[in-house]
């Protein structure tokens, strides 16, 4: 056996027919981890349902139908390999809570793979003002996710043209632009996700495209495929250093056992875990499980936060209280102060103490939470410092947390606790 290779996720984004679902089922499909028997019994389903042209999408689809029904499906078959990595898509778009998972998830997507549909009309439909293309792009650059490769599908409908891809890679360069990307650091990959060109093997049909190449700080790199590009990814540094954060997902009792909290380890192991002397009526989800020796948790008196409003049909004003998804909680906050709009890019302020602020729009809210809350700042524990705010059944704004004013309120102290505080 060989050395494991290193892991990075990806998520891919995009506008909703610009051929995701094709793109990653087709990688999952040639490099991944769907078992050739299970291959097989899609292939039949789709022969006998008279798509026998066998889209790759119905792999994904079938995926995520089984998803959607609340079946666990095995993770591997959202896993593929490149020469380098072992890479997993951490959700897969089209999914109705695609946003909210994105924020709250806890697995940080390493890159973002940008699909780009390239046929005449689409492109302009996906990159238009309320095109998705633009809020899925703004909200990995707001989470943090700072690796960017851009496909663009469909070039079997533009008879491969070498124009029609210059014209998109101009556009979409001056649009990442806006978002916060630097075009020079992106790779740009015409590919069919259907036909195959360029996913994982060059092309004959486009003999004028020489390749993708890209600029980094650890350097240059170039290929042609988008398996290339996913292999250039830059491996990601992972906090297993930082003190222990655990957001519970659910508390259970099971007979004889006593109270199991439920809950996520960072690398995305499932652990269930029991307290001694602790009741199923003092804790519940969305508390959060740390040392009490190393930086312990603390609940959250208030905290300021970089807001970016995503789709509110109205203004936003002081004692506005929508519900917040941040972690496994889920908690009414109200923003007790909005202290100054700013530049999204570079967070500079453009007014102090707006009266409103809406859609587009980026601020610096000072939040209070309705209930014992435990939120963290961005820079210190990602998956603990950025939420959606959750409005009329939809994401409104989303948002990092820049610092907390931490609260310790008298708890209750087990006798265990007690006696590891005095061994101290």
Same mark, same amino acid.
């Given at each position: 056996?060989?050395?494991?290779?290193?892991?990075?996720?990806?998520?891919?984004? @995009?506008?909703?027919? &610009? #051929?995701? +679902?094709?793109?990653?089922?087709?990688?999952?499909?040639?490099?991944?981890?769907?078992?050739?028997?299970?291959?097989?019994?899609?292939?039949?389903?789709?022969?006998?349902?008279?798509? #026998? +042209?066998?889209?790759?999408?119905?792999?994904?689809?079938?995926?995520?139908?089984?998803?959607?029904?609340?079946?666990?499906?095995? !993770?591997?078959?959202?896993?593929?390999?490149?020469?380098?990595?072992?890479?997993?898509?951490?959700?897969?778009? @089209?999914?109705?809570?695609? !946003?909210?998972?994105?924020?709250?998830?806890?697995?940080?997507?390493?890159?973002? !793979?940008?699909?780009?549909?390239? #046929?005449?009309?689409?492109?302009?439909?996906?990159?238009?003002?309320?095109?998705?293309?633009?809020?899925?792009?703004?909200?990995?650059?707001?989470?943090?996710?700072?690796?960017?490769?851009?496909?663009? $599908?469909?070039?079997?409908?533009?008879?491969?043209?070498?124009?029609?891809?210059?014209?998109?890679?101009?556009?979409?360069?001056?649009?990442?632009?806006?978002?916060?990307?630097?075009?020079?650091?992106?790779?740009?990959?015409?590919?069919?996700?259907?036909?195959?060109?360029?996913?994982?093997?060059?092309?004959?049909?486009?003999?004028?495209?020489?390749?993708?190449?890209?600029?980094?700080?650890?350097?240059?790199?170039?290929?042609?495929?988008?398996?290339?590009?996913?292999?250039?990814?830059?491996?990601?540094?992972?906090?297993?250093?930082?003190?222990?954060?655990?957001?519970?997902?659910?508390?259970?009792?099971?007979?004889? !056992?006593?109270?199991?909290?439920? #809950?996520?380890?960072?690398?995305?192991?499932?652990?269930?875990?029991?307290?001694? $002397?602790? &009741?199923?009526?003092?804790?519940?989800? @969305?508390?959060?499980?740390?040392?009490?020796?190393?930086?312990?948790?603390?609940?959250?008196?208030?905290?300021?936060?970089?807001?970016?409003?995503?789709?509110?049909?109205?203004?936003?004003?002081?004692?506005?209280?929508?519900?917040?998804?941040?972690?496994?909680?889920?908690?009414?906050?109200?923003? &007790?102060?909005?202290?100054?709009?700013?530049?999204?890019?570079? @967070?500079?302020?453009?007014?102090?103490?707006?009266?409103?602020?809406? &859609?587009?729009?980026?601020?610096?809210?000072?939040?209070?939470?309705?209930?014992?809350?435990?939120?963290?700042?961005?820079?210190?524990?990602?998956?603990?410092?950025?939420?959606?705010?959750?409005?009329?059944?939809?994401?409104?704004?989303?948002?990092?947390?820049?610092?907390?004013?931490?609260?310790?309120?008298?708890?209750?102290?087990?006798?265990?606790?007690?006696?590891?505080?005095?061994?101290?």
């Amino acid at each position: 056996m060989g050395k494991e290779k290193a892991h990075v996720n990806v998520v891919v984004i @995009g506008h909703v027919d &610009s #051929g995701k +679902s094709t793109t990653t089922g087709h990688l999952i499909y040639k490099c991944g981890g769907i078992d050739k028997r299970t291959v097989e019994k899609f292939e039949k389903e789709a022969a006998e349902l008279g798509k #026998g +042209s066998f889209k790759y999408a119905w792999v994904l689809d079938k995926l995520k139908a089984e998803r959607e029904r609340g079946i666990t499906i095995d !993770i591997a078959l959202w896993k593929f390999e490149t020469p380098k990595y072992m890479v997993t898509v951490i959700d897969a778009p @089209g999914h109705r809570d695609f !946003i909210k998972n994105m924020i709250t998830g806890t697995s940080q997507a390493d890159c973002a !793979i940008l699909i780009i549909a390239g #046929g005449t009309g689409e492109f302009e439909a996906g990159i238009s003002k309320d095109g998705q293309t633009r809020e899925h792009a703004l909200l990995a650059f707001t989470l943090g996710v700072r690796q960017l490769i851009v496909a663009v $599908n469909k070039m079997d409908t533009t008879k491969y043209s070498e124009d029609r891809f210059n014209e998109i890679v101009k556009e979409t360069s001056n649009f990442i632009k806006k978002v916060g990307y630097n075009p020079k650091t992106v790779a740009f990959v015409p590919i069919s996700g259907w036909h195959g060109d360029n996913m994982i093997e060059p092309t004959t049909q486009m003999a004028w495209y020489k390749g993708w190449e890209k600029e980094t700080k650890a350097g240059k790199s170039s290929g042609k495929t988008l398996l290339d590009a996913i292999d250039a990814i830059e491996p990601p540094s992972r906090p297993t250093d930082k003190p222990l954060r655990l957001p519970l997902q659910d508390v259970y009792k099971i007979g004889g !056992i006593g109270t199991v909290p439920v #809950g996520r380890v960072e690398t995305g192991v499932n652990v269930g875990f029991n307290v001694k $002397n602790v &009741s199923v009526k003092d804790i519940r989800r @969305g508390n959060v499980c740390s040392d009490s020796k190393n930086d312990p948790a603390m609940e959250a008196a208030d905290f300021l936060a970089q807001v970016i409003v995503m789709n509110h049909p109205g203004q936003i004003g002081n004692g506005y209280a929508p519900v917040l998804d941040c972690h496994t909680a889920h908690i009414a906050c109200k923003f &007790s102060e909005i202290t100054e709009k700013i530049d999204r890019r570079t @967070g500079k302020a453009i007014e102090t103490n707006p009266k409103f602020i809406k &859609s587009g729009d980026a601020a610096m809210v000072r939040m209070v939470p309705t209930k014992p809350m435990c939120v963290e700042s961005f820079q210190e524990y990602p998956p603990l410092g950025r939420f959606a705010v959750r409005d009329m059944r939809q994401t409104v704004a989303v948002g990092v947390v820049k610092s907390v004013t931490k609260t310790s309120k008298g708890g209750k102290t087990t006798k265990a606790a007690e006696k590891a505080s005095k061994k101290k």
